[in-house]
Structure formats: structure tokens, C-alpha cells
């Protein structure tokens, strides 16, 4: 797990099975995995590996994480490893709500979680969303 902000993190399913204390909150954006009965506030929002993501999940997404990191809460974003969608969420995340523009999106988050590769069209559904907003 790698915090990208001081409340929000990326990770694999594996850690948000038994997420460490600080993580309060848990998205899930991988369409194969779900968690049953979490102890958290949960969210799933079912993003395909390696496909484009439909600008309205995504924005489901970053909406769900404005609301809760609002809220007080430290958000875990996951998928099954941690390497794709949750990174595509959370670089969303931070271009539509926080202002960063892509580069330096991608930039932040490689930076934090090393080894990370973009869903397709990344930037195209993150331009869409602006759009409609």
C-alpha cells in the first residue's frame, strides 16, 4: 500500500482484506473482486483491467472519494494489484477535484507508487468528465 495524499492510498485486494488501522474507508474498482461484510464504509465501483473506463465510473468513482476523504476518512482505492485502475482512479481523482493537470498527476502518483500503467484513454474519460462538470 502507498499513501498518494495523507488520506488516500492505492493498494491490492490483498490489503484491504485487513487494512492497517490509519485506512478507514475502502473503493474497490475491480469488477472480479469484492469484499464480503467489510468493516468500513465500502464503495465498489466495477472497472474492467486494461479497457477503457466509461467516464461515468470514473466519475463514480472520484465522487465517492471527494465525499469520504470530505468526510474525514482515509480512503484506500484498490483493485487486484494495485498497478492499474486504482492508480487511474486516484490520478483522476486529483485532475478533476484537486486541479492537477495529467502530467503532474501521473507524475505524483508514480512517483509514490512506482511501476504503475494507465488504463486506456486515461486522459480522454479525465477530459470528458471536465467537461461535463
Not at 12 to 33: F, K, M
Request: hydrophobic share 45%; net charge neutral; glycine share 6%.
Amino acid at each position: 500500500m502507498d499513501f498518494i495524499l495523507e488520506n488516500l492510498a492505492i493498494g491490492e485486494y490483498d490489503e484491504a482484506v485487513s487494512p492497517p488501522g490509519r485506512i478507514t474507508a475502502l473503493l474497490c474498482v475491480a469488477q472480479e473482486r469484492d469484499l464480503r461484510s467489510p468493516r468500513l464504509p465500502y464503495r465498489k465501483v466495477p472497472l474492467v483491467d486494461m479497457q477503457t473506463v466509461p467516464p461515468a465510473l470514473l466519475l463514480e468513482a472520484i465522487e465517492w472519494i471527494r465525499k469520504t476523504t470530505s468526510e474525514g476518512l482515509c480512503v484506500l482505492v484498490f483493485c487486484n494489484t494495485g498497478n492499474s485502475r486504482s492508480p487511474s482512479a486516484v490520478i483522476a481523482f486529483l485532475c478533476v477535484v484537486l486541479g492537477y493537470s495529467f502530467g503532474r498527476a501521473v507524475e505524483h502518483v508514480a512517483t509514490m507508487r512506482p511501476g504503475i500503467s494507465l488504463l486506456p484513454d486515461l486522459i480522454a474519460s479525465i477530459k470528458e468528465i471536465r467537461t461535463r462538470l
